[in-house]
């Protein structure tokens, strides 16, 4: 078999899969398994493919059928131009999540030396972009999930930032009781327990439920975020954290309920307002300039 027939044969039983992009989903996936760019797939329709890469594309193209996520079939996501390893025990890291890590790193970058704790950690994307880009910053990485953790600290040793991320297991601020950070990051479930039911079957079937159900509205870890603050050792003079569609708004008073000097909303890519960052003065707020409009809520 061929490369181009190989393409062509997984293309047709992903269309019949009624996925949306058949043809270039299949050609993703040869790419993986071929670990070739496009250009050369593309330029090498002729050639006769490998057995092994054979027996992998077509493996993952069946389970791609069954609507198993890509990231999960190749083990690996791009997240802010950097490779993660990513599992199924993890949340697959989404652009949207890129606007959070921009306006906590805009915000945090004349800070000296930031202490930052990143709740629910997951692959552990925000923390160490976070490290990458604030190189005298110290971070802290917390999720609930052991297996969520393992991964997280792969991704660390693998881009160098481990000596700087701290990785504890536990329920939101429970194993940084009494510690004093700079900053808290978040991106917390916030998926309404309700609409769980009504998403792709690639989010509905194979992400873990515990990343996506944020109680009967959404919003049960954001009150959580703001209501147990005062577990910390201080409250930090930032809190950013990404929303659901239709929730900054909420999101932002309880920060203004807080005492934070000022809140602030941007929005991603497609206009959705996605990131609340509450700050506790103005002129720790105003070091922040990412890109986009952002909409003021001070007291």
Not at 15 to 41: D, F, S
Not at 121 to 140: D, E, F, H, M
Request: one cysteine or more.
């Amino acid at each position: 078999m061929t490369v181009s027939e190989a393409l062509q044969r997984a293309s047709l039983l992903l269309r019949e899969a009624g996925l949306r992009e058949p043809r270039r989903e299949a050609a993703a996936l040869l790419c993986a398994a071929l670990h070739k760019p496009p250009a050369w797939v593309y330029a090498h329709g002729e050639e006769t493919l490998d057995p092994a890469a054979a027996a992998l594309f077509f493996a993952w193209t069946e389970r791609r059928r069954r609507r198993e996520p890509y990231a999960y079939l190749t083990g690996e996501r791009e997240f802010m131009g950097l490779p993660f390893a990513v599992t199924p025990a993890v949340l697959i890291p989404r652009p949207e999540t890129e606007v959070l890590v921009t306006v906590a790193a805009g915000i945090l970058q004349n800070h000296p030396a930031p202490h930052i704790l990143d709740v629910g950690t997951g692959s552990g994307v925000i923390a160490c972009v976070l490290a990458l880009q604030l190189p005298a910053a110290r971070v802290c990485a917390v999720d609930i999930s052991r297996e969520a953790l393992l991964v997280a600290a792969r991704n660390a040793a693998r881009h160098g930032v481990a000596e700087r991320i701290r990785f504890l297991q536990g329920d939101l601020y429970a194993p940084v009781a009494g510690e004093q950070f700079s900053a808290v990051v978040s991106n917390p479930p916030y998926i309404p327990a309700g609409e769980i039911g009504t998403l792709e079957p690639d989010v509905r079937d194979y992400e873990p439920r515990a990343a996506l159900d944020g109680g009967p509205d959404g919003l049960h870890f954001y009150r959580r975020l703001t209501a147990e603050l005062p577990k910390l050792g201080c409250r930090p003079q930032l809190l950013c954290l990404e929303v659901g569609f239709g929730q900054a708004e909420a999101v932002a008073e309880m920060c203004r309920a807080c005492g934070f000097a000022r809140v602030d909303i941007y929005p991603d890519l497609a206009g959705i307002p996605r990131v609340v960052a509450a700050c506790c003065d103005e002129s720790f707020s105003g070091q922040c300039k990412p890109e986009g409009k952002k909409k003021r809520h001070a007291d």
